[in-house]
């Protein structure tokens, strides 16, 4: 299974777990028409009064919309800890962090769900954590100590104790996976059964991603911030001046060859066997014999022999950096503790979010709003005439079996099996260090928990990621043909049922359109309704598609990100583009359908399409919408790593630029003329 997320990158702290619920849709029989809930007048001025606070008027939309929409936002938004980019729809993780904070004391809704004694642990862990002093961060604990010291040592605090015949990079890499920290292997488990692990590069750094030209000099951003990082830690063991500054520039010393030789890897044409025995037998406890073909192992072997002693230290740091809460004040640690809270603990909590917030009313509004965008997007498809029609028919047969997975996909016996996994983990009375390291590991085990028993369970197993309700994502699946609309997603800024339609298919509508564009861009494509990979497209179709992409990579390619200064890499980001574009269309095509079928309905007269306090109209702030889902703030090192993160999203100033400038219904709703900022040029990139 390949997952392709429209992605908001919720919670930082613990990685993706999992949920129940599922609302299976069929595009067969009339779709009931979409009807918002009675209005709440005070809620709808209050939000609307949070939009015009994101705004920069004082920037013409057609100039620049981004900043027309978002200008603002890195002024008002409110002061929450994150070491991550701040967003407008990653602020929903406060939400369901409250929302989490608020069930440690439903012990009557724990108890109906049978689910007390968990709640009890999580709650003994909460105070835990509320309880510890974690700012500054307490680097030099004796429980990280000896942790680090039992899966390779710490060179630069234990000197000439240390042994470099005993050391290995690969071993030390592997116990660090244990914890879920990222050392010099990358593995991540496939969304397929059995889940079985998959390598690739790592990626080096603490804060920043590095790469050689960001840190090519000592005073470079990404040079200063990780040399900082590593400096706070080494200064909790009291080291001398001279030895945290050897400690430090050997580190870099050893990036410097490492890049080098992962640039060698990406030329190499060879494939080199390493040996995978220890790390089976170190994170799986299976004693399996295997060899991974894969340069970058071998090629990096060679570098890790030459600097011991600074690999040793770089990968103890990296497993200090996972424990570090990242808070810049005393006051954050409560933010840090209500998400690491509930994402640890994510089976137990969104059982009881499930039960508590994801009412069936809301389901069936959901629902709804698929069908139209299925419609919009069968639409699409017919109205493509670079398509032939043997192409276009088994493209519209896909569309036709395409499953909607509305809340979280259900398996109640495995998502209970891991919600017991919590009663495992031991709460060490005053020593918050010792308990955050059996959490770690615990959470790790649970993350794994399908791949370790996929031989007691059934092959339809589903991933542990398509489970988790409470999260801010959606997916499309290729290999099921499926889409997932996530309930965590279901919170302002992206959704709301007191909205007007117009504001709701511009969010909600316009994220759900790109899942269902996932299925024919440049990947999903290659998959037919059944979820084969094969080629099912004629040539001169793909030709014309190939063509189409073209133009999106070549107009994402031309935003500069001045700040970092690069450019944004239109290959690597091209389906993620697609798919806002489409899916924006989409959107927008539903909407209209939708509107027309409520005007032709007495009894829906008289229904308000816009909010007060802007003045748009409903068309106007169904894209005011759509951007300010993206509405960002982002320091160098976000844009540094959302750059060199493989296949991502685009930077989210540059996305909202991108789809919009190429979507002729906005040009229009704005009467943007042919060379203003947002109409460089009167052609525009469409696919769909």
Known sequence: MILCSISFRSAWLWGCLTSLALLELSTKGKARTVTGSKKDTSYLQSHADLMRSYMNFSVLPCDDFYEYACGNYRIVKPDRYSPEERSSAFDITYTLDDIAEQFLGRSDLAESLNVSSDLKIAQQFYNACLGADLYPFPAADPNYLGLIRSIGGFPAVDGAAWDASKFSWFNMSAHLINYGASGLIRDELSDAYPFWPQFKQPQLGFDSIIQLDS?????????????????????????????????????????????????????????????????????????????????????????CARHPEAVANYLAMKLLYKFDPLLSAAKYQRVYCRTALRTSMAFLFNKLYLAEYFTE?????????????????????????????????????????????????????????????????????????????????????????????????????????????????????????????????????????????????????????????????????????????????????????????????????????????????????????IADSGGLSQALEAYRSHMQQLLEDPKHDGLSEQLAGLDLLPEQLFFLGFAQMYCADFEKEHLWNTILKEKVHTIDKYRVLGTLSNNDDFLQAFNCPVGSGMRAASETCRMW
Not at 273 to 301: K, P
Not at 366 to 376: D, F, H, P
Request: aromatic content about 10%; charged content about 30%; some cysteine.
């Open 215 to 303: 840190i090519d000099s000592n005073s470079s951003h990404a040079y200063l911030l990780n040399g900082k990082r590593m400096r706070g830690y080494l200064e909790a063991f009291q080291l001398p001046e001279d030895r945290i500054a050897d400690v430090i520039d050997g580190v870099f010393a050893f990036w410097r060859e490492a890049l080098v030789a992962a640039d060698k890897e990406d030329d190499s044409q060879e494939c080199q066997a390493f040996n995978l025995t220890n790390y089976y037998d170190i994170v799986w406890q299976d004693n399996s014999t295997e060899e991974l073909c894969h340069s970058y192992y071998v090629e990096i072997d060679k570098v």
């Open 361 to 577: 009313e809301k389901k069936l509004e959901v629902s709804e709003i698929v069908q139209e965008l299925r419609k919009g997007l069968r639409s699409s498809l017919e109205k493509a005439d670079w398509l032939d029609p043997e192409t276009r028919e088994k493209a519209l047969f896909k569309e036709s079996t395409i499953r909607s997975v509305i809340g979280s996909a259900e398996d109640s016996l495995l998502t209970d099996r891991l919600i017991r996994e919590i009663n495992r983990l031991e709460v060490v009375d005053g020593n918050y260090a010792a308990t955050v390291i059996n959490l770690r590991r615990l959470s790790c085990d649970i993350r794994r928990f399908s791949a370790r028993h996929s031989e007691e369970l059934p092959k339809e197993t589903l991933p542990q990621m398509v489970l988790l309700a409470m999260q801010i994502q959606a997916f499309y699946d290729p290999l099921g043909n499926s889409i997932y609309v996530m309930a965590g997603i279901l919170q302002p800024p992206i959704y709301h049922r007191a909205w007007p339609l117009s504001l709701k298919f511009g969010t909600l509508g316009a994220a759900i359109g790109h899942e269902l564009t996932h299925g024919f861009d440049t990947s999903g494509s290659r998959f037919d309704g059944g979820g084969k990979y094969r080629s099912w497209w004629s040539e001169n179709s793909r030709r014309s598609f190939d063509k189409r992409a073209e133009c999106f990579v070549d107009a994402y390619n031309k935003y500069l990100v001045p700040e970092i200064d690069r450019h944004v890499d239109g290959d690597a980001s091209v389906d993620e583009n």
